[in-house]
């Protein structure tokens, strides 16, 4: 499993997703708590992109 890191202030961590396959990651959304599934390689996640670790 590999966890996705996104700072989207410039001062440190403000948003951590799963990264699921096929440049997917799922997240929830603060606003409503839902969950959501993004493309990792859409221009918003590619400009906050800060860093990744697998964990397993």
């Keep these: 499993m590999d966890l996705v890191f996104f ?3 410039g001062n440190g961590i403000t948003h951590v997703v799963l990264y699921i396959d ?3 990651i799922i997240h929830s959304l ?3 708590y ?3 599934i ?3 390689s859409s ?3 590619s400009s906050i992109y800060v860093t990744s670790k697998n964990i397993l």
């Design 7 to 9: 700072s989207s202030t």
């Design 22 to 24: 096929n440049s997917s």
């Design 30 to 32: 603060k606003l409503d």
């Design 34 to 36: 839902s969950i959501k």
């Design 38 to 40: 993004d493309n990792i």
């Design 43 to 45: 221009s918003h996640y």
